[in-house]
């Protein structure tokens, strides 16, 4: 993930933040070797003697290894839990990014970047925004069915009948592929517009009359890229594969700007 637009300044929920244990991995991906394997641990940090849970999210189980090792001040390996083969997991697990910045109040947005799904279908996924399963403010989802989908609430509380989603197409031309998404939210004329793009296409929107501005509700969860607010101690909404070129907007970009990053993130 290289660039967030409004700010730099994230957290990676990641193995960098263990101090002296490395992660190593022996893998043989041949259908998918392109897809980075990711890990994410079930704090940011620990006491001595605290517990560590490390979890892994490879694009074919069954097919890794992870390797455990602690190090020492002159980062030479003194311990080492051997290969831990990776099995099959209900849930698929990985990564994400969270950074200090909220869509809460906000009376117009464009929240917009690449994603490269590896995994599909079975969980409800955040890609980008604030969203939980009680709680959220907006977000771009990928639904159980593995379809793109938009959403900003009417309230604080989740309520997934304010989805935006895309038609039901041919997932296979989906996965394993980049493509550019965008969510915009803006206020004109008396109305409130949703819009939800998959590769410069608008692809669903909502329109509602709002005599007053409608804004972003305010629902305290965490801006994340690629994970819902309940990761990684719940274990579920994380996305499979990559993000990369994300930006927050602080206006509803038009449908003609929507296409123009797509044509330009092509291109660079």
């Not at 189980?61 to 839990?81: F, H, N, Q």
């Not at 939800?196 to 890229?225: H, M, N």
Request: proline share 7%; glycine share 12%.
């Amino acid at each position: 993930m290289k660039t967030f637009r409004e700010s730099r300044a994230g957290k990676y929920k990641g193995p960098f933040g263990l101090g002296s244990l490395a992660l190593f991995f022996v893998l043989s991906l041949p259908a998918r070797a392109q897809v980075w394997p990711g890990l994410y641990t079930d704090a940011t940090t620990y006491q001595p003697e605290d517990p560590i849970e490390v979890y892994v999210s490879v694009p074919i189980t069954g097919d890794a290894e992870i390797r455990l090792v602690r190090l020492d001040t002159e980062l030479t390996g003194v311990a080492s839990s051997g290969l831990i083969p990776v099995g099959p997991q209900e849930t698929h697990l990985g990564s994400f990014l969270q950074y200090p910045v909220t869509l809460a109040n906000r009376t117009a947005f464009t929240l917009e970047g690449w994603i490269y799904p590896t995994l599909l279908g079975g969980d409800t996924v955040v890609v980008a925004g604030q969203y939980g399963e009680d709680m959220s403010s907006a977000a771009i989802l990928l639904t159980d069915e593995g379809r793109l989908a938009g959403y900003v609430g009417d309230t604080d509380t989740t309520d997934p009948s304010k989805w935006i989603v895309a038609p039901a197409g041919d997932l296979s031309n989906f996965i394993n592929s980049w493509h550019h998404v965008a969510l915009t939210f803006g206020n004109t004329g008396g109305n409130c517009t949703l819009r939800l793009y998959l590769d410069g296409v608008c692809v669903g929107d909502r329109i509602q009359p709002a005599p007053e501005p409608k804004k972003v509700p305010a629902s305290g969860k965490p801006f994340r890229l690629g994970a819902r607010s309940e990761a990684p101690g719940d274990q579920t909404g994380v996305f499979d594969g990559r993000l990369d070129s994300w930006a927050l907007w602080p206006v509803e970009l038009s449908e003609t700007a929507v296409m123009d990053r797509k044509v330009l993130g092509e291109t660079v």
